[in-house]
């Protein structure tokens, strides 16, 4: 799986510190390996959005818009139903222009912990109407664009500064530098995802060999195993407080079928789904 670098891949001008770009497709995209190179607005405008980044995955559709802090994540792009149809605003910016935002506004620069990659927030009548004239520069000059971004941007940090609060945007110069947090954020974050090894190893930065000898250095057995465990614990969970039956959550916790599902099942726990859903 290729690996798409953000903006460059978009964009030949790479040297902005500030840069916009209106991004369109007909094609759904599933878990596209994504290494951000600066902090993003993402703008959606038309079709869902996940991202899976080192915390809980986070999905959204063209209520809300998102912003991410530069890193790697795995970017899911689904076309709306209405008219087969993706549409993103997307608005890059460098840690070096957030800094330069801070110190202007003198906001305080406290320590506060990587507690997520990404966060998502509802549209309002102000934001939608500051995304639309994003498209406006969009459409300009790259000079008159490159200067109007300027204060474009600072214009919607202040605003969701003085809506949400300082924290809301100091999460973007949050510590990223613990390499082994990033790496068990991603695992726990990713339990009952259907994340392929490579998909994990990319999110936690780290080549395959890496992440497996990681993996067993801090959670003592195989990631295979590990997942399976815990997927299968998860199963029992919702065979003892729910009323799904074991062919409604075969697929939910990461197998292809029932069969296989049963085996392993009973493997674990010494007796089959429904049986265990029986006795408890």
């Known amino acids: 799986?290729?690996?798409?670098?953000?903006?460059?891949?978009?964009?030949?001008?790479?040297?902005?510190?500030?840069?916009?770009?209106?991004?369109?497709?007909?094609?759904?995209?599933?878990?596209?390996?994504?290494?951000?190179?600066?902090?993003?607005?993402?703008?959606?405008?038309?079709?869902?959005?996940?991202?899976?980044?080192?915390?809980?995955?986070?999905?959204?559709?063209?209520?809300?818009?998102?912003?991410?802090?530069?890193?790697?994540?795995?970017?899911?792009?689904?076309?709306?139903?209405?008219?087969?149809?993706?549409?993103?605003?997307?608005?890059?910016?460098?840690?070096?222009?957030?800094?330069?935002?801070?110190?202007?506004?003198?906001?305080?620069?406290?320590?506060?912990?990587?507690?997520?990659?990404?966060?998502?927030?509802?549209?309002?009548?102000?934001?939608?109407?500051?995304?639309?004239?994003?498209?406006?520069?969009?459409?300009?000059?790259?000079?008159?664009?490159?200067?109007?971004?300027?204060?474009?941007?600072e214009e919607i940090l202040l605003y969701l500064v003085s809506t949400k609060g300082v924290d809301f945007l100091l999460f973007l110069i949050a510590s990223k530098n613990d390499q082994t947090t990033n790496f068990i954020n991603v695992v726990e974050s990713n339990t009952l995802n259907k994340l392929t090894l490579k998909e994990l190893a990319f999110l936690s930065n780290m080549s395959i060999s890496t992440f497996k000898r990681e993996f067993e250095k801090h959670f003592h057995e195989s990631p295979i195993k590990w997942f399976q465990n815990k997927r299968l614990e998860h199963a029992a969970f919702l065979l003892q407080h729910n009323t799904k039956r074991p062919s409604d959550i075969f697929e939910e916790i990461g197998y292809e079928n029932l069969s296989n599902f049963v085996h392993a099942f009973k493997t674990k726990f010494g007796v089959t789904p429904k049986q265990f859903q029986l006795q408890n």
């Open 1 to 153: 799986m290729n690996i798409y670098t953000l903006p460059d891949y978009l964009t030949a001008e790479t040297n902005n510190p500030i840069q916009l770009f209106n991004y369109e497709s007909t094609t759904s995209q599933f878990n596209n390996k994504i290494d951000l190179t600066k902090n993003t607005f993402s703008f959606l405008q038309e079709g869902c959005k996940t991202i899976s980044t080192s915390h809980e995955p986070i999905s959204i559709t063209n209520d809300a818009f998102l912003i991410m802090k530069s890193g790697h994540c795995l970017m899911t792009e689904n076309l709306s139903e209405t008219n087969n149809f993706y549409k993103s605003i997307l608005l890059f910016f460098s840690d070096e222009v957030l800094f330069q935002f801070i110190e202007k506004y003198q906001i305080t620069n406290k320590y506060i912990p990587a507690i997520t990659a990404a966060k998502a927030c509802d549209y309002d009548d102000f934001i939608r109407s500051f995304v639309k004239s994003l498209e406006r520069v969009s459409k300009l000059a790259p000079n008159l664009q490159q200067q109007l971004l300027q204060v474009k941007l």
